[in-house]
């Protein structure tokens, strides 16, 4: 293909300027078409909304201004001030001071160890039923040897549940049964103490304590001639046929 003859009379050369320049008139055209607003300016309605337009005027409630007298004032201090001499001699007390110097010598008695009393305090020793050398003697089992002793008490001590033994009437309705087991401690006069329970229910370990509570009065067991505490325990059925 042969070149053209003029190069400068291409009418191509500058189209897509040309084009550039067209677009963004035409751009700008149709933003200012958007943006344009048109106003009534009419009268009419001018005059209509100062007629809707509320009164905002209105009228302030006068207040009466209350004129509070001042409080008095305070009494004021008397002008003449009468001065009262003290004509009574007032005696000051010496305290002694109750310090002593290292140097002072003190008069106390001398005492000698033959004048100095010792007292024995009665500890109360505790020992087993099984090992204490005199067992405690139920009344009525004074006589025999200490094995017969032994069997007596143990002895009297079954008879006098049996005898006071009462079912509770309470567990008797409710079908409560079982095993108490009570511990109790003859003391150093023969008296029962410390009397403890374990058993399935109380009314059951209420009832075994006051069996056990009701025991008599024991000779006290000994121990190398002296009265001593001795623990005990017995077991108590709760049955119902």
């Known amino acids: 293909m042969k070149p053209k003859k003029y190069t400068k009379a291409d009418l191509n050369r500058n189209s897509g300027l040309y084009f550039l320049i067209g677009?963004?008139?035409v751009l700008f055209l149709i933003w200012r078409a958007l943006?344009?607003?048109?106003?009534?300016?009419?009268?009419?309605?001018?005059?209509?909304?100062?007629?809707l337009e509320p009164d905002l005027q209105s009228e302030v409630a006068l207040t009466e201004n209350i004129k509070i007298p001042p409080p008095p004032a305070p009494p004021a201090a008397p002008v003449l001030i009468e001065v009262v001499e003290n004509t009574e001699e007032i005696e000051e007390t010496f305290i002694q001071s109750t310090e002593t110097d290292q140097d002072a010598k003190i008069d106390a008695p001398i005492i000698s160890v033959d004048d100095i009393l010792v007292a024995e305090l009665d500890e109360e020793i505790t020992v087993p039923f099984s090992v204490i050398e005199e067992i405690p003697v139920f009344p009525g089992c004074e006589k025999g040897t200490d094995l017969e002793k032994r069997a007596c008490f143990q002895k009297k001590i079954q008879e006098h549940v049996k005898k006071n033994f009462k079912y509770p009437d309470i567990a008797l309705e409710m079908g409560v049964q079982g095993r108490v087991y009570v511990q109790f401690i003859i003391d150093n006069s023969g008296y029962i103490t410390n009397i403890r329970a374990r058993g399935p229910d109380?009314?059951?370990?209420?009832?075994?304590?006051?069996?056990?509570a009701s025991l008599p009065k024991m000779i006290p067991g000994k121990q190398r001639g002296r009265s001593v505490k001795v623990p005990y325990s017995i077991p108590v059925n709760f049955k119902l046929m």
Do not use: F, G
Not at 37 to 48: A, E, G, P, Q, R
Not at 202 to 212: G, M
């Open 23 to 25: 677009l963004t008139l």
């Open 35 to 51: 943006e344009y607003k048109n106003y009534n300016t009419s009268t009419n309605d001018v005059v209509l909304a100062h007629m």
């Open 202 to 212: 109380l009314i059951l370990e209420n009832e075994a304590e006051r069996l056990i």
